[in-house]
């Protein structure tokens, strides 16, 4: 037997459902098939738990083990707990149960002075049951719709002031995609799991790298019963482009050459060379490096089509290079990280002393100090003219010595061409004092800096 509950009574049973439940409080059940699925709710749906029956036993009953010999049942629809109507409830004992009635349904229970707030679902009104999976191309190139045709979606329940909330059904898609291999630096192909609370009608996913097939596990209420259904959809192709890349600088800056004051940049003093790598997913046919002297990449002075190349920066300034990757139509594209390369302007600067006999290791050889010079030639020559020394190396330096042996102290000259990467030329020419005790010095030398 069903009571009715006037409008008063009504808002202050629903308030005091929503507002006031004392410890936490498990329902049974009896006369089941499957042992019903608890489900921790939302904290702001008011309820203790949600269950999940498997609905189709006519002589299931909902239990209740009271705390106190006082005890009413009400049962509520989706208009929420101020619309509840008393129930009759039996006993046996402490132990108070009503049938099961077959419907997704909300339980109000007032144990003496507690009340404890439910929802029941019928999951025979809600059975995944699926007849096809079809995985198709979104507008997206990054992401995948899945269409099933049949049951799939979130399964509702109602809170305690009416308002809809769902459970998550746990389905379980699986396919294969690639994962970038970092020390391998390389996409490798493995299986993925993604946990769907549900598909209703279409739902969009992450799109897989590889070509694949999807199967669909459900749901989680099956799989806690041992009836687990599974779906698989036809061979998927995939358009979806990505890629890793990087940027590696092979140029070790001499003792004597001035680099970039930040290590981790890219660039420093010319020629450097930098290696430019990428890894792509199987998608990527069209595959190209961007050399380009705008940020925008307005226009592009170099272009390489390899996944990796080495490129040798001869100009001063900044450049930018990037990856692009795109699909066999055209329409999915891939734009990778914009790496600028600075190259410092030119410098040079020439000691004028140094004692290659008197002070092993310290100033005992003759080197330019430089930075970003493209081309270099340097001759040093004793007062009689005899060329002492030769190189085209501006790292490199004399080390005092002529045909194996140290050169007297006394005063000599050296004569020095270079280009710059910023188009600088230099022309020096100027005197190397050698001296028999530490000392350096910064030459006043003789000559054209165009």
């Known amino acids: 037997m069903i009571y009715a509950i006037d409008m008063s009574r009504r808002f202050l049973l629903g308030l005091a459902a929503l507002l006031s439940f004392s410890g936490l409080r498990a329902l049974d059940f009896t006369g089941l098939s499957h042992a019903a699925v608890e ?13 999940v029956v498997s609905g189709d036993d006519a002589a299931a009953r909902i239990v209740y083990t009271a705390s106190t010999g006082q005890v009413r049942w009400y049962r509520f629809s989706t208009l929420g707990g101020a619309y509840a109507e008393e129930i009759v409830a039996e006993h046996d004992g402490v132990r108070w149960s009503v049938p099961f009635a077959g419907e997704d349904m909300g339980y109000i229970i007032e144990d003496g002075t507690s009340r404890h ?6 999951y025979s009104k809600h059975r995944f049951v699926v007849s096809s999976l079809v995985a198709a191309l979104a507008e997206d190139c990054g992401r995948t719709l899945l269409a099933v045709d049949g049951e799939a979606g979130p399964i509702p329940y109602y809170s305690i002031n009416g308002r809809r909330m769902d459970i998550s059904r746990e389905l379980k898609l699986s396919y294969n995609t690639l994962r970038f291999d970092e020390p391998a630096f390389a996409y490798t192909q493995m299986p993925a799991e993604d946990v769907l609370a549900g598909i209703s009608g279409s739902t969009a996913i992450a799109a897989p790298l590889c070509n694949t ?12 019963w041992g009836e687990a259904e599974s779906m698989e959809s036809e061979y998927y192709t995939t358009v979806a482009v990505e890629a890793e890349t990087k940027a590696t600088s092979s140029h070790e800056p001499a003792d004597n050459e001035q680099g970039s004051a930040d290590e981790s940049a890219l660039g420093g003093s010319a020629p450097c060379e930098i290696r430019f790598e990428a890894a792509v997913t199987d998608a990527a046919l069209f595959t190209e490096w961007q050399i380009s002297r705008s940020a925008e990449f307005d226009m592009v002075d170099n272009s390489y089509s390899e996944l990796a190349f080495d490129y040798t920066f001869t100009e001063s300034g900044t450049t930018y290079v990037r990856f692009v990757a795109n699909n066999a139509a055209g329409d999915c594209e891939f734009v990778g990280t914009t790496y600028e390369v600075f190259i410092g302007e030119s410098k040079l600067e020439i000691p004028n002393a140094f004692s290659p006999e008197a002070s092993p290791g310290v100033n005992d050889e003759w080197k330019v100090s430089y930075k970003s010079l493209t081309s270099f030639e340097c001759h040093i020559f004793n007062r009689w003219g005899t060329c002492l020394y030769s190189s085209k190396e501006p790292s490199e330096g004399w080390d005092g010595k002529y045909r194996g042996k140290f050169v007297p102290a006394g005063v000599y000259y050296y004569v020095i061409k270079a280009t710059g990467a910023d188009g600088v030329k230099y022309n020096r020419a100027g005197d190397i004092n050698i001296i028999n005790f530490t000392g350096s010095g910064t030459s006043s030398d003789s000559g054209t800096q165009e």
């Open 39 to 51: 489900i921790r709710p939302e904290a702001s749906s008011g309820l203790e738990a949600v269950y």
């Open 117 to 122: 707030c439910y929802w029941i679902v019928d």
């Open 213 to 224: 097939a999807f199967s669909l596990e459900g749901d989680r209420f099956l799989r806690a």
